[in-house]
């Protein structure tokens, strides 16, 4: 099976820290898997994500993505492999209000010639329909400036914005934390079938020990990371 992420000797410091936050000896994610990363507010997911997805540099070690190591490519490169193989979900959603639903997610494939590329003979807006569709979202609701949304369906924007053009893996930084439980379990119910529909691998992060029962594989950040302990 192949690999989508692979740490090694991972050392993340921030500046003027005294200790690394992170010191990762080894975690490998293969292709295709559905990851669960728990641990503590503070504790350093969102660092880790960060890393990668290439946004921060590690000090030391090694994080290869696609079999990338990210030490070895400028900014630019990392940028471009970003946008192209990585659907980023955040906590907050961060959908540009005022755009349509349909227009926040087709807006993903801008500046991801490889994303655009994998999209099939129909046209990126058609792809984000389909999407938006099978995500729960009714045609009305797609034309509707993302704004006016129940947080659930801001949700799933988020989502079908970061699947759009079938990224060889899916961060999902925190998406459920706004969210009942009812939604939050239907929600990664359908993030699963949307993965599984296209091969993508999925990196799950939360706080929220009751997630791990859904997903085949959960992580323990403190269980993993021998770097600072968080202070919370
Ligand atoms: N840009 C930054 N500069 C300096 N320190 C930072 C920066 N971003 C985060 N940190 C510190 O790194 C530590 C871990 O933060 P991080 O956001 O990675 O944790 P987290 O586990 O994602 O937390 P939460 O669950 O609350 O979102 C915190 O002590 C935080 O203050």
Redesign the pocket.
Known sequence: MSTCIELKQLQFK????QLP?LSIPELTIARGERVLLR????????????LIAGI?TTGAGQVKVLGQDLAGLNQHRRDQLRANEIGYIF?QFNLLPYLSARANVTLACQFAPARRKRLSQQSIEQEAKQLLTRLGLTPEQQQQPSHQLSVGQQQRVAAARALLGSPALIIA??PTSALDQAHRDNFIQLLFEACDAQNTTLLF???DATLAPLFPRAIE?SEINQG?V??V
């Open positions: 921030w500046p003027g820290a936050l641990g503590a507010s503070g504790s350093g997911k969102s660092t880790l994500l960060g921060h906590q930084d925190e992060v939360t706080h950040l600072a968080a202070d």
